[in-house]
């Protein structure tokens, strides 16, 4: 906290039995002024040596939430109540990735499972049913990756991998013989991962086209590299969406996350600070003027009825917001001369109410 110290002229009498240093101090403590701050900041290397932490992430987003406080409280000693600080920082999220040579099916082990003569499947359980009858004792982690023939109007050959995790097949995707053409290859694999980390980032836009990802979303992909000698092996890797491009995932994940000062402390908090337009106002039928009339007898000069309004235009504006959401808004008001008013809310209820 900066404090305001006044220059005080004492009286050259000198009283017995009283302290006039008692007087001061209390005038001292009294004249707190409080800083309030908000920035956009992210963990650089240096931050993450000064929390004594081994590697530049944190272990969980807990593990953030418990550690970010005491970094806000050094980079900025004198902020208090009021301010925020929206964190960017890294957080370790490993994510498996499999390897295996690629097994074909022959015509007999597709009749088999499908009873018929046709050599292929046409159901998109024959496959598990597959697995289950080849793999009865799967551990935890285990991966095949398999290439059959699949009809659905016509017969198509396909690559897919299958890792069992938490007590069932998890099925990954490979990319299909015209995928792989498009993707400049003469045959339906690549010759390197060096190769396969530079087209397919390119690739997934296309698949993912009717089915848009957003920033930070994580996608595994299968893909097929010849090793020679006649054998194919099959890789799962992981790609992360920047919002515009896939690009190889390294296991760290990127968070962002606001805290808040408490007036002790810094803490989560997803307070978001919002200030009234003019479209705001005309909505509760105050656009005449673009601000509240809060003088003595006049439609808002109650905070509940300020509340009311901010309420309409929140819900109006952000009609997605989850319960628990906080709003620290600012506004435009009339008290007799031109000023501006702050009232924090939080959702409750499906509702905006007063968050003193």
Known sequence: ????????????????????????????????NVIVGDVVYTLTDDDYDDLDLSYANFSSTDQAKEMVPELLSDLFPVWGKGSSALVSYNIYNKVSTYDAEVYTLTAGEHNAITGSRYGNFDETYHVYDYLDA???????????????????????????????????WIKFTGFTPDQYTAMGEGYPNFSSEEEANQKIPVALLDVYKFDPKSAGDI?????????????????????????????????ILEETLQFGHDGDVWVPDNTIKYTLTAADFELV????????????????????????????????????????????????????????????????????????
Request: proline share 2%; glycine share 10%.
């Open 1 to 32: 906290m900066k404090k305001i110290v006044y220059l005080l002229t004492l009286s050259a009498f000198v009283f017995t039995g009283c302290n006039p240093n008692e007087d001061i101090n209390a005038t001292i403590d009294a004249q707190e």
């Open 134 to 168: 080849t793999y009865p004792n799967p551990e935890n982690g285990d991966f095949v990756s398999l290439k059959y023939k699949y009809y659905s109007g016509s017969v198509s050959t396909l690559t897919d991998g299958f890792a069992y995790e938490d007590g069932e």
């Open 219 to 251: 996608v595994l992909s299968m893909y097929e590299i010849y090793q020679g000698g006649g054998v194919t092996k099959s890789f799962t890797a992981a790609f992360v969406f920047d919002g515009t491009a896939f690009s190889a995932y390294d296991n």
């Open 285 to 356: 039928g105050n656009g005449y003027y673009s601000n509240f009339d809060v003088r003595s007898g006049k439609d808002e000069e109650s905070i509940e009825a300020r509340v009311a309004k901010i309420n309409t235009i929140l819900l109006n504006n952000f009609p997605s917001d989850e319960e628990g959401q906080k709003y620290l808004v600012s506004y435009n008001v009339y008290n007799g001369s031109a000023a501006v008013y702050s009232t924090a809310v939080i959702k409750t209820g499906g509702v905006y109410i007063l968050n003193e």
